[in-house]
């Protein structure tokens, strides 16, 4: 069996780079390439199982997602997509390219925010998809502007530059039962007073959850291990006698 | 120890159906077709039975039927006085004898979700542990879990209208079926309707790595409340493990530098790392 109206060098393209990721074989293309052989293969009246098959992939999911990729991520964009192990293209230093799977994201989210998704996860060094697929349910289920969604998904995924964050642990529900059976708001205030006796710089927020204690600051106090692991031992103390 | 069976005929009128069977589906349906091949061909499979507290205490009733409860009414039916049947003398608990029915009627043929779920109910109620519920009754996990998520919303008080809330707000079904079962009350068999509707509401503005925040950080602390799931789903932080490999050498100056300062070997590693770190403002 044989691919119609493509060269042996363009069937080369195409099974070097999709689903290529546990053959070994580096990625030797960029997206482009390979989404340009892949349409003329169409073109040429191949059907998306037939090219399946002479590759030996399991679906035509790969072949799919090419597709849909090309025609719905905006095109200013197409050349920044990449291949291969996300070492590839993490290492890179310019820190512009994503890798197919984000790209993937990136097309589903609607056009209008697409360039300015991208723009968020080059500028805070973003190298996984699922913070663009946040983005992208974020948009769908909230009355949350884009910037504001932004600010969510780099709190949520510790990434913020604007604040330090670092967590202690502690099992509320034995350790003090009193506070465990406490509404959230009460539970972080007390923590927070708790925590502003020992920690002596500004806090931007405390939250005291089942099993973390979390303080935020503006940055990281400038104390040793083994001084912050005394003021931690301390305030755990003081929540455990808490009555 | 495997408990004995014999062969016997019994009266048909000394057998009842009792607190042993499993199936909960109509057993009438299809009888006649049922005894019509008994007639021509005669009885193939004894059905299987023993005696239980309740025989103990009655007068009328001998026995209770393990599995063939169609073909006993099948007989009764066809007007005949005694059965073929494999006959156990001990006394059975309800667990056991359900162990012994089930069994049987799963080498039969397939058992469907209800049955299973008949069998384990109680036993489930009382350890809400579906693995201690396949060790118990010799079912395969995957069915039991099969069962028992195919029965959640009939089996929970309240389990169905919380599921229908959580679709209403576009929450996904296996979600949605997660959310009835950590709403469960203490008492196991009905959902706090609160509870769940403020969780489901928390759930439909948050992106799926949040909410599967959420249902762990829910399912760690059932006893909490969906604001302190929140706050635990945000607080929790995602952590990689690095390992290097030291000399020897490096690893004993790393030691004694350690106790110097009077802390461990990872944490002197740790905060070498977040000042060079800071320092180069990567962090």
């Known amino acids: ?243 | 120890m495997t408990k004995k069976f014999e062969y016997k005929e019994i009266n048909v009128e000394k057998i009842t159906t009792g607190v042993f069977q499993v199936r909960d589906k109509n057993p009438s349906k299809n009888l006649d077709a049922l005894a019509k091949g008994i007639k021509t061909m005669g009885l193939l499979q004894p059905i299987g039975l023993a005696k239980s507290k309740e025989t103990e205490k009655s007068d009328k009733y001998d026995y209770e039927i393990l599995w063939g409860q169609r073909r006993h009414l099948a007989f009764k039916r066809l007007g005949m006085t005694t059965i073929p049947a494999l006959v156990m003398e001990d006394v059975l608990s309800k667990a056991q004898g359900k162990k012994y029915a089930l069994q049987e009627n799963l080498i039969r043929e397939d058992m469907s979700r209800s049955d299973i779920w008949n069998t384990i109910r109680e036993f489930y109620i009382e350890f809400d542990d579906p693995e201690k519920c396949a060790d118990e009754f010799g079912i395969p996990l995957p069915l039991v879990k099969d069962a028992l998520k195919a029965n959640l919303l009939e089996r929970i008080e309240g389990g169905k209208e919380l599921f229908e809330f959580a679709q209403s707000l576009d929450i996904p079904k296996q979600t949605a079926f997660k959310v009835v079962d950590i709403s469960k009350n203490r008492d196991n068999v009905s959902v706090d309707n609160k509870k769940g509707q403020e969780f489901c509401k928390i759930l439909s503005t948050e992106s799926t790595v949040m909410r599967n925040k959420l249902i762990s950080a829910a399912k760690k602390t059932p006893q909490g409340d969906p604001q302190g799931w929140l706050a635990q789903a945000k607080a929790e932080k995602n952590y990689k493990k690095r390992t290097v490999e030291l000399e020897e050498s490096f690893d004993d100056a790393l030691k004694l530098l350690a106790g110097k300062l009077d802390s461990s070997p990872e944490d002197v590693i740790l905060e070498t790392l977040l000042e060079l770190l800071e320092s180069e403002e990567l962090i």
């Open chain 1, 1 to 243: 069996m044989t691919l119609k109206g493509i060269s042996e060098k363009e069937v080369f393209i195409l099974d070097r780079n999709i689903g290529n990721q546990d053959s070994g074989f580096s990625a030797q293309n960029t997206f482009l390439d390979v989404v340009k052989v892949l349409n003329k293969a169409i073109e040429k009246g191949n059907t998306l199982e037939d090219i399946a098959l002479y590759l030996n992939l399991q679906a035509t999911t790969m072949l799919y997602r090419h597709i849909y990729i090309y025609e719905n991520l905006d095109a200013e964009l197409h050349g920044y997509v990449r291949y291969g192990s996300s070492d590839e293209y993490k290492n890179d230093q310019k820190g512009i390219y994503v890798g197919f799977q984000m790209a993937n994201e990136l097309s589903r989210v609607l056009g209008q925010h697409q360039k300015k998704v991208y723009e968020f996860i080059v500028k805070n060094k973003l190298r996984g998809w699922n913070e663009i697929k946040s983005v992208r349910e974020l948009i769908d289920r909230t009355n949350l502007n884009i910037d504001e969604i932004f600010k969510k998904v780099l709190l949520e995924s510790g990434k913020s530059n604007d604040r330090y964050s670092y967590t202690i642990p502690i099992n509320l529900e034995s350790d003090s039962p009193v506070l465990f059976k406490m509404e959230q708001d009460s539970k972080n205030e007390i923590a927070k007073k708790i925590v502003k006796k020992h920690l002596k710089i500004k806090l931007l927020e405390v939250t005291l959850a089942y099993t973390i204690l979390e303080i935020i600051t503006e940055n990281r106090p400038h104390l040793s291990t083994v001084e912050l692991k005394n003021i931690n031992n301390k305030i755990i103390q003081e929540l455990k006698d808490f009555k």
